[in-house]
């Protein structure tokens, strides 16, 4: 299998800047609903929403830090830590469990001993849960940096994993 650019596509992200982080909120102030807008824009800078960017949100918007903090938790594409340079989304939903995918989950969980939203020790690889990747015909399924990949199996999985080595 050939993952090609997607196993070579690990985003480079900033650390955590307070006048870059206030720039960026300072674009949304004023306009509707900028909770947000404000949130994926500091995750597309910074790799996630941390805890500082959650105080920083929450003072320009008057908010609570428990509210900012209650919006990301709710929304699963946002980070508290950043991922590694490589993310890799396992579907867990309904067709893709009946054809395998918890097992193969497990079992690569198990490899790099990490949980759900795990990095591993050396960065390369975060592996996420998913909820229908829209591939169910190709089930089990996952998305490695964006490339949806049908029919996992132990081999797919095996040429994943060479092909994020660091
Ligand atoms: S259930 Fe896994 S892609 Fe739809």
């Given at each position: 299998?050939g993952l090609?650019s997607a ?13 870059e982080?206030s720039a ?5 102030i ?5 909770l ?8 597309t ?10 105080v920083?949100?929450a003072?320009a918007l008057?908010?609570t830090?428990?509210e900012?903090?209650?919006?990301v938790?709710f929304?699963?594409d ?6 590694g340079?490589?993310v890799?989304?396992?579907?867990r939903?309904?067709a ?5 995918g918890?097992?193969l989950?497990r079992?690569?969980l ?12 050396d960065g390369?690889l ?11 015909a190709?089930?089990p399924?996952?998305?490695l940096?964006g490339?949806p990949?049908g029919?996992?199996?132990?081999a797919?999985?095996?040429d ?6 660091p």
């Amino acid at each position: 299998m050939g993952l090609g650019s997607a196993a070579r596509s690990g985003v480079a992200v900033a650390a955590w800047s307070e006048a870059e982080g206030s720039a960026i909120i300072g674009r949304h102030i004023g306009r509707p609903g900028p909770l947000l807008p404000i949130l994926h824009d500091l995750q597309t800078a910074f790799g996630c929403v941390s805890a500082e960017a959650v105080v920083a949100v929450a003072e320009a918007l008057n908010l609570t830090r428990a509210e900012v903090h209650g919006v990301v938790g709710f929304y699963r594409d946002f980070r508290r830590a950043p991922a590694g340079r490589h993310v890799l989304k396992l579907c867990r939903a309904e067709a893709c469990q009946s054809m395998g995918g918890e097992v193969l989950a497990r079992q690569l969980l198990d490899r790099f001993a990490i949980g759900w939203d795990g990095t591993t020790a050396d960065g390369r690889l975060t592996v996420e849960a998913t909820y229908c990747l829209g591939l169910c015909a190709c089930a089990p399924a996952a998305m490695l940096d964006g490339q949806p990949i049908g029919r996992l199996d132990r081999a797919t999985l095996d040429d994943i994993v060479r092909e994020v080595e660091p």
